[in-house]
């Protein structure tokens, strides 16, 4: 007989059917007469609710279904009389795949704090809260790849070994096979790559971007959506070492094609989730932020704002007083910045667009005015920062005049300068923060707990 998963047995409705239901055991309650065993198989938020008859199955062989053990229950799905569930399983035979000691198993009935959860990672998937989670982060990854291939561009795999430092922040995670405790040096003392595996220095990638370039300037409009790694020594709940990045290119496209294209997506993708995980919302909504369906229905039915850096500092200069750090026009913003902007000026997400070169990448493409470049970060509230991207530089002369200001080798671009060399054309693209969406469409509030296994700075 097939098993179907609780999700499907609690939408059907269909009662007085002979059932098998695989799952863990939440919690087990009852009397001398009965037991009542709450069943979850991760398919969704509820348990299903298995019902024994003790004078059908013995006590005795009931004691070590307790709670975090594995079973499986043959038997019959009736209407419930109690209240809370519409079916419940009334159970005939009951096999244990795996038992879970309860002097020893730590995930005990409920109330369990997240910093506790995140120490047991391997086991929280088990918890009401990290399998929403999770569903969530599996249906926002559905909606992506949905979004991007019905708008005509090309799931492409860029390289997680690289040699370039597309941000040009010198936030890389080196990868060597040399032996660190007896490293080969040149005659001028310098490391000897020649003896490392890749013959030359190699980091893990910090973003797809340069390879996503090369493959729009043949293929048009692709995307990547991949993991991503930095060194950056944050220990906020912003940011990971490792997260999971999408990024997609456009050839023939300018700044407002990248606008444009990155608030469909997000519109797209929340209102994926509105229509597809309607309990998960329910249950962040109840447990972690108010106001979060009424916020994503907005989102989803609103046109984002657009303001330029220049007017946004302006803005902020009028909550000077209140910023930690003090607001003038050259500034990066800070986090306090981003959200003071979202949140209390403009109220929904707003691009910020036009940044002082200084405080961009060597790739994003000069302005008229030679000041600024085209590039937006998307602001989201509560989070800050959820997207960055811009439009990039795709003449030869202005790019190479870039890399020499900032005192970048044009050797280490060769192959990057080479697309401006053959068949060049205005294009442009962004980076999503796969996590920092998570976190934005559930409410909860560190990057940590919407990543299976989180890697942060200091550890994991
Ligand atoms: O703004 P970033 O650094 O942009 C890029 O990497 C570009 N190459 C993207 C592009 O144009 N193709 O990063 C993009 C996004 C940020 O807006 C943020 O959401 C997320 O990636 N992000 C992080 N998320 C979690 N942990 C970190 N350490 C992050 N750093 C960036
Ligand atoms: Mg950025």
């Known amino acids: ?19 098998v239901v695989k799952g863990w055991v939440r919690t087990k309650r009852g009397n001398k007469n009965v037991a009542f065993i709450a069943l979850n198989d991760g398919s969704c938020v509820g348990n299903i609710q298995v019902v024994v008859d003790l004078s059908k199955i013995a006590e005795e062989q009931l004691k070590p279904v307790t709670t975090g053990a594995c079973i499986r229950v043959d038997g019959r799905l009736v209407a419930s009389p109690g209240a809370g569930q519409g079916v ?14 309860p002097d020893t198993y730590p995930l005990q009935k409920k109330g369990h704090s997240l910093e506790f ?30 979004f991007f ?5 090309t799931y492409v795999h860029t390289p997680i070994f690289t040699g370039s430092d597309c941000e040009g922040a010198g936030e890389m995670f080196q990868v060597t096979t040399l032996d660190l405790n007896d490293v080969p040096k040149t005659e001028d003392g310098k490391v000897d790559y020649s003896k490392d595996f890749f013959k030359r220095p190699v980091n893990l990638t910090v973003s797809g971007q340069l390879e996503a370039e090369a493959m729009a300037m043949a293929l048009g409009k692709v995307y990547t959506f991949g993991p991503t790694f930095r060194a950056e020594k944050s220990y906020d709940t912003r940011h990971a070492a490792e997260f999971w990045m999408i990024e997609p290119e456009m050839a023939f496209a300018d700044l407002n094609t990248y606008m444009d294209t990155a608030e469909a997506m997000t519109k797209y993708v929340i209102r994926y989730l509105l229509d597809n995980c309607p309990d998960e919302l329910a249950f962040f909504n109840q447990f972690f932020d108010k106001g979060l369906i009424e916020r994503l229905e907005l989102v989803a039915n609103s046109d ?44 929904k997400p707003v691009f910020v667009t036009d940044y ?47 890399l020499d200001e900032l005192g970048l080798k044009r050797e280490d671009y060769d192959w990057y300068l080479d697309l401006r060399r053959f068949g060049s054309v205005k294009h442009a693209g962004y980076g999503l923060g796969f996590e920092r969406l998570l976190m934005y469409v559930t409410g909860i509030p560190n990057i940590r707990d919407v990543i299976a296994f989180p890697r942060t700075c200091g550890g994991f």
Request: aromatic share 10%.
């Open 1 to 19: 007989m097939k098993t179907p998963r609780i999700a499907e047995i609690l939408k059907s409705g269909a009662v007085d059917t002979d059932i």
């Open 88 to 101: 419940e399983v009334q159970a005939e035979r009951i096999e244990i795949y795996g038992t879970a000691d």
């Open 117 to 146: 959860l995140r120490e047991i990672a391997y086991l929280r998937p088990r918890t009401n809260t990290f399998g929403a989670v999770y569903r969530i982060r599996h249906a926002m990854a559905w909606a992506i790849h949905e």
């Open 149 to 153: 291939h019905k708008n005509g561009f």
């Open 304 to 347: 984002f704002a657009r303001v330029s850096y220049t007017d946004a500092i302006e803005l902020l200069k009028k909550n000077d007083d209140n910023f930690q750090y003090k607001v003038s026009w050259g500034i990066d913003l800070q986090t306090e910045h981003e959200r003071y902007l979202t949140e209390q000026v403009f109220k």
């Open 356 to 402: 002082p070169k200084e405080i961009k990448a060597f790739y994003m493409r000069m302005n008229e005015d030679g000041k600024t470049v085209a590039a937006a970060d998307m602001l989201v509230p509560g989070i800050g920062e959820l997207i960055g991207g811009s439009q990039r530089e795709e003449r030869l002369d202005v790019l190479l005049a870039r």
